[in-house]
């Protein structure tokens, strides 16, 4: 019960509390469908993400959550093996009014290997915390 209270007072589960376990699916296949992944390879993909969820926006990003990723400007398309949220940087170039966001990650097994990815050339799915597993399940049955 002590568990149950606290998930539902953690702030950063509020991005989960308007989602369902199908809607999470479906905006996972709609996005891999939007860049015409099909047949073999997207059921591959749906697989392989079955515990994480499609991250639209940077403020769903929650530092200490693993991720995974596909970059969009890599003509193959591969769903990368992943890395856990370290940081998230902002960076704002002189010749452009845009935002570069990159998300810095550690590689699983290296505490000390480091990477960055570009949030906005890539789709980043995020692994499904235990709490947010647990709220969902929780909104299933209401």
């Given at each position: 019960?002590?568990?149950?209270?606290?998930?539902?007072?953690?702030?950063?589960?509020?991005?989960?509390?308007?989602?369902?376990?199908?809607?999470?699916?479906?905006?996972?296949?709609?996005?891999?469908?939007?860049?015409?992944?099909?047949?073999?390879?997207?059921?591959?993909?749906?697989?392989?993400?079955?515990?994480?969820?499609?991250?639209?926006?940077?403020?769903?990003?929650?530092?200490?959550?693993?991720?995974?990723?596909?970059?969009?400007?890599?003509?193959?398309?591969?769903?990368?093996?992943?890395?856990?949220?370290?940081?998230?940087?902002?960076?704002?170039?002189?010749?452009?009014?845009?935002?570069?966001?990159?998300?810095?990650?550690?590689?699983?097994?290296?505490?000390?290997?480091?990477?960055?990815?570009?949030f906005q050339k890539c789709l980043i799915f995020q692994k499904i915390t235990d709490q947010e597993d647990l709220l969902l399940h929780i909104l299933q049955h209401i």
């Open positions: 019960m002590d568990e149950l209270i606290r998930t539902i007072e953690n702030d950063n589960n509020i991005s989960v509390l308007n989602e369902t376990f199908q809607s999470i699916k479906k905006s996972k296949e709609d996005i891999l469908r939007s860049i015409e992944l099909r047949g073999k390879l997207l059921q591959e993909y749906l697989k392989k993400l079955k515990h994480y969820r499609y991250i639209e926006n940077i403020d769903q990003v929650r530092l200490g959550v693993f991720i995974r990723w596909i970059d969009l400007y890599d003509d193959q398309l591969l769903l990368k093996n992943g890395g856990t949220i370290c940081n998230i940087e902002y960076n704002n170039d002189s010749d452009d009014d845009d935002v570069n966001i990159r998300i810095m990650c550690n590689l699983r097994n290296y505490k000390k290997k480091y990477f960055t990815i570009p």
